[in-house]
Structures are given as structure tokens and as C-alpha cells.
């Protein structure tokens, strides 16, 4: 039995504890979230999120192509691909999240907050992401090697 997703933002809970899970590690980009399952549309919201140096592309296992897209970790802006176990996402701020409610991670929308306890992901594991990326995992990564060599051709002109 499939269990339904709920979409659910509790300011109140979130403001008590201060973000501790947005302090942790930041939240899951799922294709759905950049377009899926239009290519193009993928593409063009991958490129655009990659140049911003404010999202990143992580992996579980790069040889079985478990790659994910995150915001990235404060610190660590401009990094295309960052494989960083723990930091606080770049759109944390003093007041809760910078991003508006709908434009935040998928994983962002459903966390469940708790007070008190674990906040319920509702089932957003790295993994279960980074399974959902697989189909469309060609065109992530080269999304993000473009952009990567896009950085690499702007630091050779500075010399």
C-alpha cells in the first residue's frame, strides 16, 4: 500500500527549535521538483539552479549512479558536486527559510516538524532520492559538468 504525502509547513514548531534539521544537512531535490519528466524543461531549471552556485549534485554511490541534487551546504557555494555529510543549507537564515514555501526541496515541503524529537521525513532518504534521479541521472550529471566547465573556462581567463 502506497502511503500518501502530505505537504506541511508548522512556522510555530519550526521557529521553536531554530531549523535544527535545516542546521544539519539541507533538504532533497527530486526531478519533479526541476521539471520531471520534461527533459528540457529539466535541463534548463538544473542549469540555472547549478549556476546560482546555491544548489549541488551529491551522491551515495557514484559507480551505481546514486547521485541527488541539495542546496548547497553554507561555505560551499560554489561547488557543483559536493559529497559533504552534514552543514547548514544556504537558505537558512536568522528568520526560517529564505525560499518560499512552494519553491523549497520536495523533501523540505513534507518534512513532518516535531517537537521535542526527530522530525518525520516522511520516507526522503538520500537514497530514495537519489533512486528517483536514476532515470534522469545522464542528464544530471551533465548538466553539472557543464556548468563546472563553464567555472573552470571563467578561472582560466583570470590568469
Given at each position: 500500500?502506497?502511503?500518501e504525502?502530505?505537504?506541511?509547513?508548522?512556522?510555530?514548531?519550526?521557529?521553536?527549535?531554530?531549523?535544527?534539521?535545516?542546521?544539519?544537512?539541507?533538504?532533497?531535490?527530486t526531478?519533479?521538483?526541476?521539471?520531471?519528466?520534461?527533459?528540457e524543461?529539466?535541463?534548463?531549471n538544473?542549469?540555472?539552479?547549478?549556476?546560482?552556485?546555491?544548489?549541488?549534485?551529491?551522491?551515495?554511490?557514484?559507480?551505481?549512479?546514486?547521485?541527488?541534487?541539495?542546496?548547497?551546504?553554507?561555505?560551499?557555494?560554489?561547488?557543483?558536486?559536493?559529497?559533504?555529510?552534514?552543514?547548514?543549507?544556504?537558505?537558512?537564515?536568522?528568520?526560517?527559510?529564505?525560499?518560499?514555501?512552494?519553491?523549497?526541496?520536495?523533501?523540505?515541503?513534507?518534512?513532518?516538524?516535531?517537537?521535542?524529537?526527530?522530525?518525520?521525513?516522511?520516507?526522503?532518504?538520500?537514497?530514495?532520492?537519489?533512486?528517483?534521479?536514476?532515470?534522469?541521472?545522464?542528464?544530471?550529471?551533465?548538466?553539472?559538468?557543464?556548468?563546472?566547465?563553464?567555472?573552470?573556462?571563467?578561472?582560466?581567463?583570470?590568469?
Amino acid at each position: 500500500m502506497k502511503r500518501e504525502i502530505f505537504e506541511i509547513e508548522n512556522l510555530e514548531i519550526c521557529k521553536a527549535c531554530g531549523g535544527l534539521c535545516c542546521k544539519s544537512f539541507p533538504g532533497l531535490v527530486t526531478p519533479k521538483d526541476v521539471g520531471a519528466p520534461d527533459t528540457e524543461l529539466m535541463r534548463k531549471n538544473l542549469l540555472e539552479m547549478f549556476r546560482s552556485g546555491r544548489y549541488c549534485v551529491d551522491w551515495i554511490n557514484q559507480e551505481e549512479g546514486l547521485y541527488f541534487v541539495r542546496p548547497a551546504i553554507k561555505g560551499s557555494e560554489t561547488s557543483v558536486f559536493d559529497h559533504s555529510y552534514s552543514g547548514e543549507c544556504t537558505y537558512l537564515t536568522p528568520t526560517g527559510c529564505q525560499l518560499i514555501f512552494g519553491k523549497r526541496p520536495e523533501s523540505c515541503r513534507t518534512l513532518i516538524p516535531k517537537v521535542n524529537e526527530r522530525c518525520d521525513p516522511q520516507g526522503y532518504t538520500r537514497m530514495k532520492v537519489a533512486k528517483m534521479w536514476q532515470e534522469y541521472v545522464n542528464l544530471l550529471i551533465d548538466c553539472a559538468v557543464e556548468i563546472e566547465n563553464e567555472e573552470m573556462w571563467d578561472i582560466g581567463n583570470l590568469f
